[in-house]
C-alpha cells in the first residue's frame, strides 16, 4: 500500500496524490490466509483549520477500509502518527458503512466519551492502544461503539469514542470504565450527548467516569 501523508495544506495523500486505494489485489495460493476481523473498519480524514470559511464536514472523506489484522498493521504503519499531524485536523476509524457525523443514523442518538491531553507523543499511544481495544472487541459493549476521533488542536490534543445510545447510561459507563482501564487513565472523562452538543450556550457533561 502507498505511504499516506499530510502535506502542508493538510490533506491525506497516497503517492500518487489521491486517497489509499481499498483494492485489495487477488492473493496467490502461496499467500499467508489473512485474519477477518469482527467488523471491517474505516479511516475518515479531516482538515477543520484548513480556512476560516470552512464548515465542519465539508473537508471529511474516507481513506481506506480494513478488514483483517494484516491489512490493519499495514494501514497503521503507512499513516503518520496523530502527534505529527498540523493543527485542526482529525483522524476518525469507524466502523464501515457508519459515517463520524452527527447526522448519521447508527450516531444521531449517541454521544462521546473525550479524553484530552498536552501535545505530544501520548496522543499516539492512546490512538494506538484505542484502535486494538475496538478491531480486537475487547469492550463488553462493543456493538454500542461507532468508532474513534483523535482531534489535533493548537494547545491540546484530544481523543473521543463515539457510541450509539446516549440514554443507555450503563452501557455508556461500562465503555468509559473499560476504555480509561485500556489506556491506564485515571482522571475523570465526561460523556456529551449529541443532542445536547447541537444546543446553543455551555454543555455539560451528561455523565461522567
Known amino acids: 500500500m502507498a505511504d499516506v501523508a499530510v502535506n502542508t495544506t493538510g490533506d491525506v495523500f497516497s503517492d500518487g496524490g489521491t486517497a489509499a486505494s481499498n483494492d485489495d489485489p487477488s492473493q496467490s495460493a502461496d499467500s499467508p490466509q489473512k485474519h477477518p476481523l469482527e467488523h471491517a473498519w474505516t479511516i475518515w480524514f479531516d482538515n477543520t483549520g484548513k480556512t476560516k470559511q470552512t464548515s465542519w464536514g465539508s473537508a471529511l472523506r474516507p481513506v481506506y477500509t480494513f478488514s483483517t489484522v494484516e491489512d490493519f498493521w499495514c494501514l497503521y504503519n503507512n499513516v503518520i502518527q496523530p502527534s ?3 493543527q485542526g485536523t482529525d483522524f476518525h476509524c469507524f466502523k464501515e458503512g457508519i459515517s463520524p457525523q452527527w447526522e448519521d443514523p447508527k450516531c444521531a442518538n449517541g454521544g462521546k466519551w473525550t479524553i484530552v491531553c498536552s501535545r505530544g507523543k501520548t496522543i499516539d499511544m492512546y490512538w494506538l492502544d484505542t484502535l486494538l481495544a475496538l478491531i480486537g472487541e475487547q469492550f463488553d459493549e462493543a456493538d454500542e461503539i461507532c468508532g474513534v476521533v483523535v482531534s489535533v488542536r ?5 481523543i473521543s ?6 440514554s443507555n447510561e450503563a452501557a455508556q459507563m461500562s465503555i468509559a470504565r473499560q476504555w480509561k482501564e485500556f489506556l491506564d487513565f485515571n482522571d475523570s472523562i465526561g460523556f456529551i450527548a449529541h443532542d445536547d452538543a447541537k444546543k446553543s450556550g455551555k454543555v455539560n457533561a451528561r455523565y461522567y467516569a
Open 84 to 86: 505529527r499531524l498540523i
Open 154 to 158: 493548537a494547545r491540546q490534543d484530544k
Open 161 to 166: 469514542l463515539w457510541t450509539k445510545t446516549a
